[in-house]
């Protein structure tokens, strides 16, 4: 497979979601790193995805949503998500909720809930717009190394196993989303990253 790096105009994009509608990966921007995507509702496009990366099968995918509508299509929305949604989303946070039957367990490797994270990214949010459904999306490496923060790096890790990288340039924080999990009655934060955990607690302590 040759690998382009295409430039984000409307045009890629639409091309990049005609790839994600047909069950194919792509790999593009959000605010913290590059994303390899494919439809989050189709089983064999993420499959695609656990294939590129050489990443092990039970690891849960998040998935990447464009609006609040998309999110009450996938998963349970509790108070607490609410107002981390309305506080940090679009941002750098991805929220554990349980997930509604849509989601094949496959897609959350055999887990109750999913991850979703409303990138503050206007290609990603474009490429999910134009593709109608949530985007599994992790970080576009191969498993093991560090994720991508340009097209350029992540062309060094996926040459000749993705089709398209859309470049759209450096991205701002560099450093994955934080994690929080709210599918118990304490919220845990699991991964920290670009927004602060102590923020995060804060707010939802308010």
Same mark, same amino acid.
């Given at each position: ?14 091309? *990049? ?9 792509? *790999? ?19 499959? #695609? ?12 995918? =998040? ?12 998963? #349970?929305?509790?108070? @607490? ?5 309305? *506080? ?40 999910? #717009? ?21 097209? @350029?790096?992540?062309? #060094?890790?996926? =040459? ?24 118990? =009655? ?10 602060? *955990? ?9």
């Amino acid at each position: 497979m040759r690998t382009e790096i295409l430039q984000a105009t409307e045009k890629n994009l639409l091309r *990049a979601a005609e790839l994600i509608k047909i069950g194919e990966i792509v *790999a593009f921007p959000t605010e913290t790193v590059y994303g390899l995507g494919a439809d989050g509702l189709n089983v064999e496009a993420c499959r #695609k995805i656990f294939s590129a990366k050489g990443r092990p099968s039970d690891k849960p995918l =998040s998935l990447h949503v464009a609006s609040l509508e998309m999110v009450e299509r996938i998963a #349970k929305i509790s108070a @607490q998500a609410e107002k981390l949604f309305a *506080a940090f989303c679009p941002g750098a946070l991805t929220i554990i909720l349980p997930k509604n039957k849509i989601v094949s367990d496959f897609v959350t490797g055999g887990l109750p809930s999913v991850g979703i994270r409303f990138p503050a990214n206007d290609v990603a949010l474009a490429l999910i #717009k134009l593709s109608g459904v949530p985007i599994a999306a992790p970080s576009a490496n191969l498993s093991g190394c560090s994720p991508p923060t340009n097209a @350029q790096e992540v062309f #060094k890790n996926l =040459s000749g196993r993705v089709e398209i990288i859309l470049d759209g340039g450096q991205c701002r924080f560099g450093i994955s989303s934080t994690i929080i999990d709210l599918t118990s =009655s304490e919220p845990k934060i699991l991964r920290r990253g670009a927004i602060p *955990a102590e923020k995060i607690m804060q707010l939802l302590k308010s």
